[in-house]
């Protein structure tokens, strides 16, 4: 289980990315809901907030980011990120050339403020790539702050979920695959720590995978399969507290009764040439008394897995840092897609139980997803709209909340939002 959400996200304006321009609104240090309407730029919002918790500004030219995290009300951490994209142009009268270049012109600053101390720390960066200054410091404040994005749907190319991982593990040492696999920070946690696990086992580790000192061809043959046949029972083994934590998730909260590692999957060595590889590695799922790949499971049941595990390893990573105070941002791109209204209501009560140790931003356009919510609850709502081609995101008022906690007593929250003026 998780720890109890000491540092979270308070304020966010952001401006320079699509409709986002000037927006601006406080996040509750639990569950945070946005609805609105389609095209008001609730995805842009996400996106960019994604970006900016991650320091990833590369791909803007023209932006200004500015959030506070606040750590158990002692101290403030303020960042400031803008850049400024300009042209100029260049003369050469001799040749009678023009040309023109971009210049970006980047500045960020961290200001830590103590609540005994009047005097905050000031920290200032002029290029992206010194980002990293700001992660040193963190270490120093034994803090770790990040954010996740879960999208629409499920991930293309899911490996070992959607689709069999096949890779060279090994090449003499590690292979070009693995390597570029690996630093794909694009991929699902799940998948991450699952694919770290497959080169950190104890066998290859000790790099007893081949033996030179074995001529013989049949003791060569004898080795392998002896290395085979552990690794295969090492990994399995390996995880299965992995695999036992999201299976406990999973029963209580979805379709899925049990979830295990194909049992089929191949791995190769090449004694003579120093090389491994793992073949038609994938999980199955037990729903009904039958074990099914994903790609058999239904679009809800996919979209339920895919949230609810990405949720579990974040938390269960996080766990690892014991010494750190941890800030996870998770923002979810409408969890109710594809999924039946008995089965949201399951998935939005684990999404609303894991806010109490994780900080999460979620959009939807699904009234049931305000079922799960209390009447002392109602400031987590958040209203996006579009004005002047520009998205704005306002709390529920003071009269609207007090109209709709007058209405819950009687009827669901769901049934007051499709009747009543709560996005007006």
Known sequence: MGRLNKIFLEKVELSGYKSIDGVFTNFNRGLNIIIGKNAVGKTNFLKFLNNSLNFRFSHLNNFESNFTVILQDEKNYKFNFSKKTSLKFHNNTFEKLMYKTLRPNFNGSLDILESNNPISRHYEIGNEDQCSLFRKTFEEEKINIKSTLIKHGVPQDYLIVDKPLNIELINKTISDDFI???????????????????????????????????????????????????????????????????????????????????????????????????????????????????????????????????????????????????????????????????????LMRFIKEKSNYNQIVITTHSPLSLDILEKNELDCVIIAKRESNKTILQHLTLEKREKAMMYMDQINLSDYWLNSDLED
């Open 180 to 346: 570029n696999l690996f630093n794909d920070f694009g991929q699902p946690n799940f998948f991450r720590t699952v694919f770290y696990k497959l080169l950190t086992l104890d066998l290859i580790e000790s790099n007893n995978i081949f033996n030179k000192r074995l001529k013989n061809s049949e003791s060569i043959l004898k080795h392998e399969k002896k290395v085979i046949s552990k690794y295969k029972k090492d990994i399995i083994d390996d995880l299965s507290s992995i695999l036992s934590g999201i299976k406990s998730e999973l029963l209580k909260y979805s379709p899925i009764q049990d979830i295990k590692v194909n049992d089929n999957f191949i791995l190769e060595i090449d004694s003579l040439n120093e090389k491994v590889h793992l073949k038609n590695f994938y999980f199955e799922f037990y729903i009904d008394k039958k074990w099914y790949s994903f790609e058999d499971l239904s679009d809800g049941t996919k979209r339920i897995f895919y949230i609810i595990s990405e949720i579990f390893i974040i938390e269960r990573n996080s766990d690892k840092l014991e010494d750190f105070n941890i800030l996870n941002v998770i923002l979810i791109e409408e969890p109710e897609l594809g999924v039946h209204p008995h089965q949201l209501y399951k």
